[in-house]
């Protein structure tokens, strides 16, 4: 099969198609990986869905903080759904391709998705700090409008910064092989096949990294250090286990996100992805999502409660 080629600035051309190498090498356990993945993939989609909907009809849980959570479900809808479709259909097949506009699709999704949550996630915790550190003020700060403000922020931070990166890069000449050493389009991989000189681009990515990245991180650590002062400070036992579980399961979410996230992206490789980079990779980007729903309702008694209001509701109208 011969593929179109896209002209660089030199003798070199590449190709309009690239391969996502990938889980190649597992070759005949790809099946059993595609199994696996389809079984996440379907159980990230009902359970962020089932979050969605459940604060959507309980309006008990029409707060900041659950605002912040119907977001993020949504925003975990979109990021697994931007990457794993493909996938599974590449375990299933020899030619494991994607052209240039759809590689360079993923990587605006991705990277929105990864930039827009980093952000997403500090807005949390700063709802959780108000609400622990200044209770008695907590409705006045955190009002239905700033948690609006905040949310859109987040999303608006991704997007643009996102796009601008993403947009620079594929309008530099690609030159070399086609292959990708990944089972998705993600930047690292990207702009190893561009043909230019790209020290100013990755200056550029550092300087985003640290402003919407890591600084988000440094909000979200500086927000725990002042919750858990104000927990300590409490005098009964009972009273700070009650208080820290309110924020147990973000804080769980965070280290989850970040620990995997730093793991992929912050700890220098080799120029080649080893099969331990893709298993990290894939920790980060498609099981990290599915257990998310799950640590937002299982301690969680008023998503419990709630849930079980309209599952009473819900009989109840059956039986009339």
């Excluded at 086609?178 to 561009?194: A, E, G, K, T, Y």
């Excluded at 257990?291 to 849930?307: D, W």
Aim: proline share 4%.
């Amino acid at each position: 099969m011969t593929h179109s080629a896209r002209a660089t600035n030199g003798n070199e051309t590449m190709s309009d198609i690239l391969i996502l190498v990938g889980f190649s090498y597992l070759n005949k356990l790809q099946i059993l990986l595609f199994l696996f993945l389809l079984v996440i993939y379907l159980a990230t989609l009902m359970g962020n869905l089932l979050v969605i909907l459940l604060i959507t009809l309980s309006p008990s849980l029409h707060t900041p903080m659950y605002f912040f959570l119907v977001n993020l479900s949504f925003l975990e809808i979109c990021f697994t759904t931007s990457m794993v479709p493909q996938l599974l259909v590449h375990l299933l097949v020899e030619e494991k391709t994607i052209s240039i506009a759809g590689c360079a699709a993923q990587v605006y999704f991705i990277d929105i998705m990864g930039v827009t949550e980093c952000c997403l996630l500090a807005a949390m915790a700063y709802d959780r700090y108000v609400a622990i550190c200044h209770p008695l003020h907590y409705t006045t700060i955190m009002s239905s409008r700033v948690s609006a403000y905040l949310t859109g922020a987040s999303w608006l931070i991704g997007i643009s910064v996102v796009v601008a990166v993403t947009t620079w890069i594929f309008s530099l000449p690609f030159c070399g092989s086609n292959l990708i050493q990944h089972f998705s389009c993600d930047l690292p991989p990207v702009m190893r096949m561009v043909c230019t000189d790209t020290s100013q681009i990755q200056i550029s990515v550092f300087i985003l990294s640290v402003l919407f990245i890591m600084n988000p991180f440094l909000l979200i650590l500086l927000s725990y250090i002042c919750i858990i002062s104000t927990i300590f400070k409490m005098p009964s036992t009972e009273g700070r286990h009650k208080v820290f579980s309110t924020c147990s399961s973000h804080l769980t979410v965070v280290i989850l996100f970040y620990g995997t996230a730093l793991i992929t992206y912050l700890i220098p490789k080799s120029g080649s992805t080893t099969e331990s980079d893709l298993l990290i990779s894939l920790l980060n980007k498609i099981v990290s999502p599915v257990l998310n729903p799950i640590i937002y309702t299982l301690r969680n008694k008023e998503v419990n409660g709630a849930l079980r209001n309209i599952l009473k509701k819900s009989s109840f109208s059956h039986r009339w």
